[in-house]
């Protein structure tokens, strides 16, 4: 027996949503599908990048596999070769593998399938139920209907033997783009525009990325999509609601071809995300008209630029669940997003210290030669990931946020007179400061106090601050991008030029700051907390003598999830 005959054992425990309920009825003993094996299938077109949005679609289509046992696979949909590469066909390959699904030996194209799609399209010139039409798009809208008169297609009664004759012709490439189409004969009143004899086929004598110049006629999605699904025995067709529309012609087309199986279309809602735009056209824009550096800018919300800003596969997979499937067309806050990789950075990235906007504090009675070692957790949630070793000595490095000359009230860190505790290490007291000639404050002045070693305090007197530091003279220097919403509006999508809300602050890039020296021979795919910074990640371009990190998201937790 086949794999997508293969008996069905009960679905895997966890959450459940319509379309598993959908999919357990249908693998029942009197169901459409009973003693079949669950298979689904991710079709991207392969003339972009990844984003968030697709992240749900792959989390559907792969884990409605997962979760039943069955089986999924990836296939390119590439039945338009206007803006197809192979470029994209990597990195599509490269984002589903790294949030954690495979495919095995199930990748497919849609032009595997071309010649296939050729012969079934004569078929149904040969049944009277397709013909060749030689309107132009402006003429086939103006003639297209309404709800109270029907579409008018002049070439509908076209002899079959006249269409059979022009669609070898248009497949010979004797026709220019847009000169004749292939229309499915349906029917011109239905109330569904989908229906009122669709096009199935144009004429695009473009080179395509995997059959070069073999093909100048083209299927369109509407009549491929339900070929392949049936050509590879999808027994569920997973998409999202736009396609609801489409679902009758998906099963006229099924209906009314030889062809080895009859999958279910089911819809579900699409992924809809404040403070970013997910047009691939937009995308597009963005990427081309030079306002990010590509399309694994971390501002982007493509796969490939939420890895490079940090994002993990696990955040993304957990908000993907919890975002839950539905049939309602809904905005997720972006917020929500963050804090799903805020609960994972949490337990799983390694503490480290790193001073983003140094000033130099002096110890003034710590021993000049004298440097001492500090064991420090590399990760309080995760003692499994032991300790690491931190240098202090009598010149260090400290935020310079972490001192005021005349403090304001409430504030607990570091001025003249007042005691804070140095993380990890002692607790001193601030005895002045030097200042450069603009006013800057150019050195902090303290005195330890060396009984206090650890941050205790053996005599119980309270101390309210504790700030981090480097070892001015064991530490490594490092660029820090701080990324922020690239827009300035919530809804950027909803508004007539999307380029003129660009948040002009979206990037802030720091030189000069100084981190823990073993950052250099840390693994690049590791994540950190900055202590009171944020989460940080490598970016791509980083080297030893040449760290840099970007800012994954901030400490800050301003979602508030519903309980």
């Known amino acids: ?80 070769p206007t803006k197809e590469d192979t470029e994209y066909v990597d990195a599509i390959k490269e984002d589903i593998q790294w949030l954690g699904f495979t495919w095995d030996d199930r990748f497919h194209y849609a032009s595997d399938y071309f010649d296939t799609m050729y012969e079934l399209a004569v078929k149904l010139i040969q049944k009277g139920l397709a013909y060749v039409c030689e309107l132009t798009p402006e003429q086939m809208h103006d003639n297209r209907g309404d709800l109270s008169h029907p579409a008018i297609s002049p070439y509908r009664d076209r002899p079959m033997e006249e269409s059979l004759d022009l669609f070898a012709r248009m497949k010979a490439g004797e026709f220019e783009d847009g000169r004749m189409t292939l229309r499915a004969k349906i029917d011109l009143t239905s109330g569904n525009f989908n229906l009122r004899d669709p096009v199935i086929y144009r004429i695009n004598h473009m080179k395509h990325h995997r059959t070069g110049e073999k093909w100048c006629i083209y299927p369109m999605y509407d009549f491929a999509h339900p070929i392949e699904d049936a050509m590879e025995k999808i027994t569920h067709s997973l998409c999202t609601l736009e396609f609801e529309a489409h679902r009758p012609l998906y099963d006229w087309v099924i209906d009314n071809i030889d062809l080895p199986a009859k999958p279910r279309q089911i819809e579900f809602a699409r992924l809809g995300i404040n403070n970013t735009v997910m047009s691939k056209r937009k995308l597009r824009k963005l990427v081309e008209g030079g306002y990010v550096s590509g399309w694994d800018d971390p501002r982007m919300p493509t796969l490939c630029g939420l890895r490079r800003r940090g994002f993990t596969p696990a955040s993304i997979r957990n908000f ?83 001192f005021l000359e005349e403090p304001v009230k409430g504030y607990r860190r570091l001025f003249p007179g007042n005691e804070v505790r140095l993380k990890t290490a002692y607790i001193v007291r601030c005895t002045g400061c030097d200042k450069n000639e603009d006013g800057t404050i150019k050195t902090v002045y303290a005195e330890y106090d060396p009984q206090t070693r650890g941050g205790n305090t053996p005599d119980g007197r309270k101390v309210r601050g504790t700030i981090h530091w480097v070892d001015a003279n064991n530490c490594a220097e490092a660029e820090v991008r701080l990324y922020g919403s690239l827009f300035t509006v919530p809804e950027p999508e909803q508004e007539e030029d999307f380029l003129t809300v660009l948040n002009p602050n979206s990037l802030e890039v720091l030189y000069g700051c100084k981190v823990e020296p073993s950052m250099k021979e840390a693994d690049a795919k590791t994540a950190f907390q900055f202590m009171r910074e944020g989460y940080f990640c490598f970016d791509k371009d980083s080297a030893p003598e040449h760290l840099i990190f970007n800012r994954s998201v901030s400490l800050k937790d301003g979602f508030k999830p519903q309980k």
């Open 320 to 402: 993907c669940e919890r975002i839950g499937v539905s049939k309602v067309n809904s905005t997720v806050d972006y917020g929500f997003l963050e804090h799903c990789l805020r609960e994972d950075l949490n337990e799983n990235a390694r503490r480290t210290m790193a001073v983003l906007h140094p000033v130099k504090l002096v110890l003034t009675n710590y021993p000049e030669e004298q440097t001492e070692e500090f064991e420090v957790e590399n990760n309080p949630e995760r003692p499994e990931d032991g300790t690491r070793s931190v240098t202090f000595s009598r010149e260090l490095w400290i935020e310079s946020g972490d």
């Open 1 to 80: 027996m086949s794999e997508a005959n293969e008996n069905l054992t009960a679905p895997e425990e966890g959450s459940s949503n319509f379309i598993h309920t959908f999919v357990t009825e249908d693998i029942a003993e009197n169901g459409q599908f009973a003693g079949q094996r669950v298979h689904t299938r991710f079709p991207p077109e392969p003339n972009g990048y990844l984003h968030i949005g697709h992240a749900k679609a792959i989390c559907v289509d792969f884990g409605t596999a997962e979760k039943f046992g069955g089986l999924c696979n990836l296939r390119m949909d590439d039945t338009n």
